[in-house]
């Protein structure tokens, strides 16, 4: 008995090893997230922010629920709305689509497909600036450049090194520097990210997949 407890008290290091290991693969996926995130935001960044003004990590309360938006961009030239998805192999689907998938050699994963997601996000900001009256957004998907997109898709979905030539293609402007200025304040005093809030609102994303 004592030889087996001084063998276990040798190999702790192991142990340790193997929480380690273990918390990390269960933050995983935030951790790639928050990558992805911020290599959209150090792209953005390069924006002439005289017609451009960036917000990041935007969480905003519609009703009794909480969006999360990855990156929002008030411009002379409408709102962009930017879903980031730090995923790597192949990557298929199409506009329409519920579901999207994600292949990596023989494995293949479903996930809910951007587009559908963005568009939700859409329908909150339109709700929460419904008082401007008609407003263009633009839906933009952000993959890493490790995924190779096999999409067909009418909506912008676009590796990270090409989102600023992807913005600047929208050209024609339909806000005024007042009109930007007025929806940009508007969304930073409805930010109500905080870590509280934002670990709640994660915690009502898990329950809804549950459901």
């Excluded at 996926?29 to 451009?52: C, H, M, N, T, W």
């Excluded at 996930?111 to 633009?138: T, V």
Aim: contains cysteine; positive net charge.
């Amino acid at each position: 008995m004592k030889l087996a407890f001084d063998l276990l008290l040798d190999l702790w290091y192991i142990w340790v090893l193997l929480i380690i290991s273990a918390i990390l693969s269960l933050l995983r996926p935030k951790i790639k997230g928050a990558i992805g995130e911020k290599s959209v935001s150090f792209f953005l960044a390069r924006l002439d922010p005289k017609k451009y003004k960036v917000l990041n990590n935007l969480l905003i309360k519609v009703g009794s629920k909480t969006v999360q938006i990855d990156h929002v961009v008030v411009s002379n030239y409408g709102i962009f709305v930017i879903e980031t998805k730090n995923y790597q192999g192949w990557i298929y689907g199409k506009e329409y689509d519920e579901y999207w998938t994600q292949v990596i050699y023989k494995r293949k994963e479903k996930f809910y497909n951007p587009i559908r997601q963005n568009y939700g996000h859409i329908q909150a900001l339109k709700e929460i600036l419904s008082y401007l009256g008609d407003i263009k957004f633009i839906s933009v998907i952000v993959f890493t450049t490790k995924a190779d997109l096999k999409v067909e898709t009418k909506t912008d979905v676009v590796w990270t090194t090409k989102l600023i030539k992807t913005i600047k293609k929208y050209n024609q402007e339909c806000l005024t520097d007042e009109q930007k200025e007025r929806i940009f304040q508007r969304l930073c005093s409805m930010n109500v990210n905080s870590y509280k809030n934002m670990r709640e609102h994660v915690r009502s994303v898990n329950r809804n997949k549950v459901r």
